[in-house]
Structure formats: C-alpha cells, structure tokens
C-alpha cells in the first residue's frame, strides 16, 4: 500500500508524544533531535511538522525560495494571527511589500534620530534609579524600560501615559501568546481582542494630532504617509501598525538586553573593554547615536548576544509550494520551522559555541566569517526585522547608560534560569550594580 504520509520521507517522529516533550524542555527537545536526526527533521505538535537547521536552510526559507514559503499561513490557527490582524507578520507577496515600503522610512535613519534623545532619557533615568550596590532582577529592570521606551518612542504615548496603557498592552501581549485561537467569553484571546479594541480606540486621537504637527518620529511619518493617489493611510490602520511594532519590538528587546547585561556580568574583563571603549571614544555626558555606532566591541557585543541568546527559538512558515530543501521534497501546506537557536550553536560554524565570547567578531582575528545566514536573530533577507536599527540603538544606549556609571557583577544568590517559550528569556537573574 502506498505511504500516505507525504513527510514519512524525512527522519523523525510523528509520536503524539511529541508536543509534551517539547514543551516539558524545549530546548533540549530541538537539540536531541537535530543531534539525531540532522539538519531536516520532523515531528508533530497536533498537526505534522518539519524543523530546518542551518545557514543553508535559512537562505533557502528566508532569501532564494522565500516565495515558496508564506508567513500568514505559518501562523494559521494561532492566537497571534487573530491579535495582529492584517499587520505586516500577516501578510505575503504585494500587500506585504507595499506595507513594508510605507513603514521602511518610519523605522529608518530620521526617525531614529528623531527618537534617539527619547530612549537615551529613558536609559539615564533607569540607570540614575540604581544606586551604588544595588541588586537588581536582569530581565525586569530592562522590561521596564524597553516597556517605555516602546510606549513613548514607538507608539508615542506621553510618558504619562505609558502607565494607563500598560494594562492593555499586557493583556494584547498575553492574547498572543495563547496556545489556541479560540476565542472564549473573557479567555485569554478575548481578553488580547478587547485590549486590541481599547487601544486602536485610545491611539486614534493620537493619530489625529500628529496629522496636524510636523511630520517627525515614526508616527509622523505615518501620518502624514499619501499613497500614489494622494490618499493618506486611515486612522485605523495606522493604529494597528503601531501595534504591531509595539509588540514586534517590546518583549524581545527587553529578553536580549537583559541577557546581555547576565552574559557581560560573567564576563567582567570584556565589560572593562567596554567601559574602557567608551572612554576614550565617547564625548561627555549625551553621546550622539553616530558615536554610539563607531565602537567596535560594542558591536560584537551585540551580535554576540544575537547569536548566543536569540529572542525567539524558531519561527514558522507554511510551503505554498512544493520544493526540494536540503535534499527533501516539501509538499505543499508543510508547516516548517526555521531556528536561529539551533544554526547559532553549530560548532562548526562557531567554535565553543556556548561560550559567550563577543571577540568571535573581530575581522582581525582574520578567519573567514560564517556566511550572513548563519547569524539570524533578526531574521535574514528581505523580510529581516523591520526594527533592528532601533534595537540595535535602544541596545547601544542601554550598554553606554549603564557601564559608564556602573559595573555590573552576578549577585551569587540569584537563581538565574531560562524560560525558552514564546520569548527565549531569563528569570531570576539577579545582577549587582557598583558605581564606578
Ligand atoms: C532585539 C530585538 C529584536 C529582535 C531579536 C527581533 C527579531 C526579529 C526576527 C527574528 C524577525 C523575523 C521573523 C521571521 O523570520 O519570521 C523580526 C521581524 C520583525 N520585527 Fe523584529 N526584532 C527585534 C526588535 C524589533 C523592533 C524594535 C521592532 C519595531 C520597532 C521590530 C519589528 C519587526 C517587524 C515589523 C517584523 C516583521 C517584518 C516583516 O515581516 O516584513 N522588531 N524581528
């Protein structure tokens, strides 16, 4: 009798024990398995699914067969889907281009500079808030201030208001990460549908006023957006773009500045390099982002974290057509996984790979650097992270911010752990300010 099961071809399990196991430890769940089964592996989570690892299956997904790939069928049946609604995730082929090229500008170099003094006042104040000996919690004092610097900069709240938005946002952020779309009187989606309501309610009258000011910062440029027959972009539509950045930029910026302030406190020598680097770089009290963006070791210090501590674990797609990757034919409707964890721990594309070590990226250590798509906590091609200039610059401020006042060191008693789903985060981290 034929084998009905188009995906039998790839190793792996279809167990109905798959699901539990990788949610009873996820990370170790994706390393056995691409331990031994390789770098296209399947299983099954409800419906059958592929995982596919490495530089090669990610330039596959993501630049030379991206068409054959859609993102809004990756996240058919997820609450996500029904929370962002017609955002920029959501969509494929044209209307996801023609929306990118309306948010490109508002999420490009002027609007940078437009919010750079915003994110810096937020960090100083964060880092003025800690005291000389302090003990902090890593995740939830760079979660508070990426929380207003997203509120303020992103969606432009007053920073007022950011306290009296904050429940919504929650409960938006919470109704995405619901495990099932079903909406159910007063269950976690409805709760997110309501929230998302409330809030495009609340930030219409925003968009209203930033019609009638200067074009600056990236509501700005959104309001005052024309299409080629000069119509501008409705009030509604704007709103749930903001939306969208608000939660696309929140919760990962916060999980990879805080382990990038967990990782710099094992590493007190290389945080010296830095305070150093900043020294002898840096111009009194307010650098400007183009300083920020000439110190070298600053940037492999992101790009370390990038690779050791990547937001998210893996992301979806959905085949809409069928094609060959790494060796194996993909039918159509195949729900497929790319991961940036898995491909950044190759240790034969990074030596120790679990080694936090961001000196891997000085071009004068002179080895051939891993192909571009082995890095891709921001994603890779095209479709790469719309907001990663504006990471990357909220990350830069919140390293000079705090490392030239402190130096941060590991408090023994903290209880640091990772949570892997649905942001890869730490909990627990408790980290020590001393006052240099
Ligand atoms: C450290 C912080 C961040 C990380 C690690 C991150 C990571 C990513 C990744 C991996 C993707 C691609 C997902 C995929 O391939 O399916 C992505 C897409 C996206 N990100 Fe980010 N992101 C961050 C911050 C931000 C910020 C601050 C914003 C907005 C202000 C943002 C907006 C977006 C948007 C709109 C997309 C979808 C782009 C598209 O599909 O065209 N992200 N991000």
């Known amino acids: 009798m034929a084998n009905r099961d188009p995906l039998a071809h790839i190793p792996g399990s279809d167990s109905l024990f798959e699901l539990p196991r990788m949610l009873s430890d996820p990370v170790r769940f994706l ?77 490009g170099r002027l609007a940078l500079q437009d919010t750079f003094a915003a994110v810096a006042q937020i960090w100083a104040r964060t880092a003025e808030s800690l005291s000389d000996g302090a003990t902090f919690d890593a995740y939830e004092l760079v979660r508070r201030a990426t929380f207003e610097v997203s509120a303020n900069a992103l969606v432009h709240l007053g920073l007022d208001d950011v306290t009296a938005f904050q429940p919504l946002f929650e409960r938006l952020i919470d109704g995405a990460m619901g495990s099932v779309d079903w909406r159910i009187p007063f269950g976690r989606v409805d709760r997110g549908l309501r929230a998302r309501d409330e809030l495009i309610q609340r ?16 509501l700005g440029l959104l309001a005052h957006h024309r299409e080629p027959d000069g119509a501008p972009l409705s009030n509604h539509r704007i709103a749930e773009h903001l939306l969208l950045l608000f939660w696309a930029g929140y919760d990962t910026t916060a999980s990879t500045g805080s382990w990038m302030l967990y990782e710099l406190s094992g590493a007190l020598e290389w945080q010296e390099r830095l305070a150093a680097e900043q020294r002898s770089h840096l111009d009194g009290d307010a650098p400007s982002l183009d300083a920020l963006e000439k110190l070298p070791e600053h940037g492999w210090t992101l790009k370390e974290t990038e690779r050791l501590r990547p937001a998210v674990l893996f992301f979806p797609r959905r085949t809409v057509a069928t094609l060959e990757l790494l060796g194996h034919a993909l039918p159509v409707d195949t729900l497929i996984f790319y991961s940036g964890y898995l491909t950044h721990r190759m240790p034969e594309l990074f030596a120790e790979p679990e080694r936090f070590e961001p000196q891997r990226w000085d071009p004068a250590r002179g080895k051939a650097a891993a192909p571009a798509t082995a890095l891709v906590g921001f994603g890779g091609g095209p479709r790469i992270c719309l907001g990663k200039a504006f990471a990357l610059m909220q990350l830069r401020v919140m390293l000079a911010a705090l490392l030239r006042r402190f130096r941060i060191e590991r408090d023994p ?22 006052r240099r």
């Open 203 to 218: 930030l219409i009258p925003l968009v209203d006023q930033a019609r009638s000011r200067e074009p600056r910062g990236m």
């Open 31 to 107: 390393e056995e398995r691409y331990a031994r089964h390789g770098p296209l592996f399947r299983s099954r989570w409800v419906v059958p699914l592929v995982f596919a690892i490495g530089p090669e299956a990610n330039k596959t997904v993501q630049v030379t067969q991206r068409a054959s790939f859609s993102y809004e069928q990756g996240y058919r049946d997820t609450a996500i889907k029904r929370i962002f609604a017609g955002s920029l995730l959501m969509e494929d082929g044209p209307p996801h281009q023609h929306d990118r090229d309306i948010l490109q500008p508002a999420m």
């Open 413 to 434: 008693d903290g209880h640091a752990r990772a949570v892997p789903l649905p942001i890869y985060r730490m909990k627990g981290a408790r980290l020590v300010a001393r």
